[in-house]
């Protein structure tokens, strides 16, 4: 199984900050990686897909970068409604693996 | 604009099986991948498996001997079997539709399944 390997594990930022997750890989797997929000008691909501594609009606100060084994998220000028968490998930190869989950929360 | 519903039980007991169902509503059911994800009590997501446009199953490894995934077209449905639930298996379970790299665009509400005596 391909290991994805998020950090921080937990994040605190202000309204108006920028913040970046950062997703690892044990293999490359090409641009293959998606982002998630999840806020509690909810499903998770698609993002970024294919590393870089912004998910329609995703707000634009989200993005997305990296290939082979590396890859960041990015949030600009944090809103209070983006105070969630995030999960990165490798579509490289079955299983589907996840990284553990980032909090990103109010200082 | 694509919903999927879901529904099942959500307390069984040891050794029972899961049987859960998602409908597909707004959407074109060929050409996707539908999968299903479950997530314990404050903890991370799991893939448990998905079925393809050709109906092909493909599970996870720690599930597959216990995991089915069907698909029903003709109701625009598909669903998830997992035998011999123990506690362990307690989780919310989540139904999607995988899109473009198999990315889960569309979800489910997620359904608690709590397995106790």
């Known amino acids: 199984d391909i290991q994805m390997t998020q950090s921080p594990s937990s994040l605190s930022a202000s309204v108006g900050d920028r913040v970046t997750i950062t997703c690892r890989a044990s293999q490359s797997i090409s641009k293959y990686l998606n982002w998630y929000q999840q806020k509690p008691g909810r499903a998770p909501k698609l993002l970024i897909y294919v590393a870089s594609s912004l998910q329609s009606g995703v707000p634009s100060r989200f993005s997305g970068s990296g290939s082979g084994t590396d890859f960041t998220l990015t949030i600009n000028s944090l809103q209070p409604e983006d105070f969630a968490t995030y999960f990165c998930q490798q579509t490289y190869s079955t299983p589907r693996t996840f990284g553990q989950g980032t909090k990103l929360d109010i200082k | 604009q694509v919903q999927l519903q879901q529904w099942g039980a959500g307390l069984l007991k040891p050794s029972e099986t899961l049987s859960l169902t998602c409908a597909v509503y707004g959407g074109s059911f060929s050409g996707y991948y539908w999968s299903w994800i479950r997530q314990p009590p404050g903890k991370g997501l799991e893939w448990i498996g998905e079925?393809?446009?050709?109906?092909?199953?493909d599970y996870n490894p720690s599930l597959k001997s216990r995991v089915t995934i069907s698909v029903d077209t003709s109701k625009n449905q598909f669903s998830l079997k997992l035998s011999a639930m123990t506690a362990a298996d307690t989780a919310v379970y989540f139904c999607?539709?995988?899109?473009?790299?198999?990315?889960?665009?569309?979800w489910g509400q997620g359904t608690l399944v709590t397995v106790s005596s």
């Open positions: 999607a539709r995988g899109g473009v790299g198999a990315s889960l665009h569309d």
């Open positions: 079925i393809n446009h050709s109906g092909i199953p």
